[in-house]
């Protein structure tokens, strides 16, 4: 079984920046495709970013192309999600998942994510 923990959320003016982490202690993360969803109030769960263990990463929201990034590193077992010139619109609960097939593409439908963190909630106010 996957455990995911996710944290470095908190509050953040616009414009500020946030590296969010997502580990786990029960199994090698290199093994999984790693998304990062979030949910804003009263919207629906999206998906924000994507490293894949096949073919490299991806950012499927069109708002947060050139400000985020998403990376791996493996001595460390963990994924980084790092949020630049972040807006009041960011704010939301940012969620990791691993996809639950093994050595998998990057998708951003959250049914093909069987494993997922707590949360960690992320707001951008002055």
């Known amino acids: 079984q996957l455990q995911l923990v996710e944290s470095g959320g908190g509050l953040v003016q616009p414009g500020g920046s946030l590296r969010l982490s997502c580990t786990t202690s029960t199994r090698p993360l290199d093994y999984y495709t790693i998304g990062w969803f979030r949910q804003a109030p009263g919207k629906e769960r999206e998906a924000v970013s994507c490293?894949?263990?096949?073919?490299?990463?991806?950012t499927y929201v069109e708002s947060m192309k050139g400000r985020v990034t998403i990376s791996r590193d493996s001595a460390k077992n963990t994924v980084y999600l790092q949020l630049n010139s972040l807006q009041p619109e960011d704010t939301g609960i940012y969620y990791c998942?691993?996809?639950?097939?093994?050595?998998?593409?990057?998708?951003?439908?959250?049914?093909?994510?069987?494993?997922w963190g707590q949360g960690t909630q992320v707001t951008v106010s002055s």
């Open positions: 490293i894949s263990t096949t073919d490299g990463a991806t």
């Open positions: 998942a691993g996809r639950t097939a093994i050595y998998s593409y990057c998708s951003a439908s959250s049914t093909l994510y069987g494993y």
